[in-house]
């Protein structure tokens, strides 16, 4: 079951820039930063809100570190934009067969590894009226309580 | 101040079809439907998740009901996808007067209706990073707390 919008993932030119022009217009600020070496892209997370799933929603500002990334590629064909949106799920695995059953295939096999150890599958912008649709479960250790500590 | 993720825009050839993708594929339900005569379009709201403002945050499908419509020739030239992505706040014409002092200047004039009885204003994608940016206030009504009445 799919609980929140995880994330909206926006393809830019340049992070620093982009980053700079979201917290002077709107005050949000970035509260994670990465590189996805698999996918070719700087990463900055800006949390906009908590949701009632105990977890948030993010902007996903990304700029690609390789002229043949995917995001590079989407940059040059459309300018910069709104690359793809995400859902979040407690058990993304459920939701990819529940997707299947509805007669769609993720396009990776298997589950990969998100922004801020999550774990991510994508879904095809022809299966989902042109919208490229990511499914996320984040990272158990972000919230999960802590651990007392061994007797 | 923004405070959440309000609402990401997908504009659609067809409404009904389209609400049935996503009611199929992931179980998302309508909660809301209306025509904006204005915008010259036919929308459908889903609720995602709540958020921690005390409002939601919310897919919102359009389907032009004009060739002419900013959505028509969206579609004409792009195909299907996201349109636009709405951040909400309390208070949206103070976000806009800080979007003015940030050097961008709204799209239209003032505030207008938008999905559900909101105040809404756009921002021009080449100010945005491509970025189609809707600022939304909710209708006070949608969540205030039921007036005692008059003694």
């Known amino acids: 079951m799919l609980t929140r919008i995880d994330h909206i993932g926006i393809a830019c030119r340049d992070l620093e820039t982009t980053v700079d ?4 217009t709107f ?75 509805a007669g769609i295939t993720p396009l990776l096999e298997g589950l990969r590894r998100g922004s801020m150890g999550s774990l991510v599958t994508f879904l095809h912008p022809r299966d989902c009226h042109g919208v490229l649709t990511e499914l996320v479960q984040a990272a158990p250790t972000a919230h999960a309580p802590t651990s007392p500590p061994e007797a």
């Open 27 to 101: 005050g949000f600020e970035v509260c994670h930063e990465e590189v996805n070496e698999e996918q070719g892209i700087h990463e900055a997370m800006l949390r906009i809100n908590r949701t009632d799933d105990g977890e948030s929603s993010y902007l996903q500002l990304m700029e690609p570190i390789r002229p043949e990334s995917v995001v590079a590629r989407f940059i040059e064909k459309r300018g910069e934009g709104v690359h793809h949106i995400a859902f979040g799920s407690a058990d993304v695995a459920s939701v990819v067969a529940d997707a299947e059953t």
């Open 21 to 24: 022009f979201y917290r002077r």
